[in-house]
């Protein structure tokens, strides 16, 4: 199974300031995943989006997804020091069961 | 609405002593159940899932076994920790369907003395 890499490993940011985080994979996927785990706690879905798909928003939250470059971005808008996370893709490949692999993510810090 | 319940929170055993680790999920049947473990800054590592009772499929080897006794319930064991399974814990679920995000549990802090 395939990996979800992140970048960058790291991010500090001021509040209000938007936040872009990457994610690379390695073969066709059905869809990408990406989730905020914030410090000791379980990881929350954000928002999945399929490979026929370019992009889409939820929130503050928009997500893009660029199948011919085997890539997409996190962009958090108009931060805030909630937004403070560990976040992670996680890829399901094309033709595989319903899995997907998780990267190591991007730690997030927005300072007030 | 579903939801998933993990327990201990936090647990620290000794080294030989053994482990049980236990998920539940309501609001939902015949869910996909799944196990994970996550190093210190590291990504998920999947362990073991799920699709049905008595159905366990392991992704690593190692001194850990799941069993899925009843159709929303996952249980993570172990007959002797080690010091190497020392970890955060988390349990997952989701439809048995494509193009469904996981819900995860809040975690399982396991402290291997």
């Known amino acids: 199974s395939q990996q979800g890499e992140e970048d960058p490993q790291a991010l500090s940011i001021q509040e209000g300031e938007n936040a872009t985080m990457n994610c690379s994979y390695k073969t066709s996927i059905n869809n990408l995943q990406w989730y905020r785990q914030n410090s000791g706690r379980g990881l929350v879905h954000l928002i999945l989006i399929r490979s026929n798909e370019r992009e889409k928003h939820s929130g503050r939250l928009r997500v893009t997804l660029d199948t011919s470059k085997k890539s997409s971005s996190l962009l958090i808008t108009a931060s805030r020091a909630a937004d403070t996370a560990s976040y992670f893709c996680a890829t399901a490949e094309t033709g595989g069961s319903y899995i997907p692999t998780f990267g190591r993510g991007t730690s997030l810090i927005v300072h007030p | 609405s579903q939801t998933i319940h993990q327990w201990p929170a936090t647990l620290v055993q000794p080294v030989g002593s053994p482990l049980s680790l236990e998920c539940t999920v309501e609001?939902?049947?015949?869910?996909?159940l799944y196990w994970y473990r996550q190093a210190a800054g590291r990504g998920l590592q999947l362990l073991f899932y799920s699709v049905g009772i008595g159905q366990i499929s392991s992704e690593v080897p190692q001194n850990l076994s799941a069993s899925r006794p009843q159709d929303r319930q996952f249980i993570l064991s172990s007959k002797k920790l080690l010091l190497s399974d020392s970890g955060f814990y988390l349990c997952?679920?989701?439809?048995?369907?494509?193009?469904?995000?996981?819900?995860f549990g809040s975690g399982t802090r396991l402290t291997v003395v």
């Open positions: 997952a679920w989701n439809p048995d369907t494509a193009d469904y995000g996981y819900t």
């Open positions: 609001g939902t049947s015949n869910p996909n």
